[in-house]
């Protein structure tokens, strides 16, 4: 029998493969198993040292690994069954919701908890999901068996229930962002929101450095690609915001920045209508 179907076949940890295969859309499981709390370190918080030892050998969890692109985890949250759905490890995911023409997107990253999306109540209204790996991740599969095993520690599965409810929360941060009216405001609260998390401190600011293009931005403030273009570029002559969409130096602090959208915002008023007003190349 292969290697890979003797390890498929029992719930216990494996060595990890020295050149593991990346699938190029849809995951695979690399019949692989880890101790998720090596794997996840708030999660071993949650244990004394004696405990963590006993804990260790049975939060073990399959892995499966996802390459840059769209992704298919409908397999997997079925497999997932009556466990607790799959974690993310490493990687950044974006959930895009659409519905009509609009579409709007969530990132998700290490330690969230994802979950199938349930069925619609608005029968009238269609509305299609699609994951989308931004960078490669790996993800642990808490299936009906794992939370069998854990069953003795109640700490992984409250631990794992509060992220859960993190998401909803992100979500209504999100809400309350886009609700803002002007561009300029709801770029600089998202990415300095997005900064709390995957930001790094650096002299006269933050950096953040995520794979985030135009689009996305729109995607996740409720505006088209051009409009955002056209407002990180008015932050850029600002002072506020520098660099590409995927490495962007944010400067001073969010208040600092809040305060001078303020003070500029007739100016910034201007140049936005200039730049709508100013004549478009006709292609031929």
Do not use: N
Not at 172 to 178: E, K, S
Request: glycine content about 8%; aromatic content about 4%; overall charge neutral.
């Amino acid at each position: 029998m292969p290697a890979e179907h003797r390890g498929a076949s029992h719930p216990g940890p494996l060595r990890w493969p020295r050149h593991p295969d990346v699938a190029a859309a849809k995951p695979a499981s690399i019949a692989l198993y880890i101790y998720l709390l090596d794997a996840d370190g708030e999660l071993a918080d949650e244990f004394d040292v004696r405990a963590r030892i006993a804990a260790r050998q049975l939060a073990t969890a399959r892995v499966l690994q996802v390459g840059v692109g769209e992704c298919d985890l409908g397999p997997w949250f079925e497999a997932a069954g009556e466990g607790l759905g799959l974690l993310i490890l490493d990687g950044l995911i974006v959930l895009e919701t659409c519905v009509g023409d609009r579409t709007a997107a969530e990132l998700v990253g290490p330690g969230d908890l994802l979950q199938p999306s349930g069925p619609i109540a608005d029968q009238l209204l269609a509305r299609t999901c699609a994951w989308r790996a931004l960078s490669p991740a790996r993800l642990a599969l808490l299936d009906g068996e794992f939370a069998d095993r854990v069953r003795p520690f109640p700490q992984i599965t409250r631990a794992l229930l509060r992220r859960a409810c993190r998401r909803p929360v992100e979500l209504d941060v999100l809400r309350a962002i886009t609700s803002q009216p002007r561009l300029e405001v709801r770029l600089v609260l998202l990415l300095w929101h997005l900064a709390t998390r995957w930001g790094r401190v650096e002299p006269g600011g933050v950096r953040l450095s995520l794979p985030l293009t135009h689009r996305l931005l729109g995607q996740l403030v409720a505006a088209e690609r051009p409009s955002v273009s056209h407002a990180l570029k008015r932050l850029t002559q600002a002072g506020l915001v520098t660099g590409a969409a995927d490495d962007l130096h944010l400067h001073d602090s969010l208040e600092y920045e809040l305060e001078t959208l303020a003070e500029r915002a007739p100016v910034l008023a201007t140049r936005a209508v200039s730049h709508s007003r100013r004549p478009r190349r006709q292609t031929v």
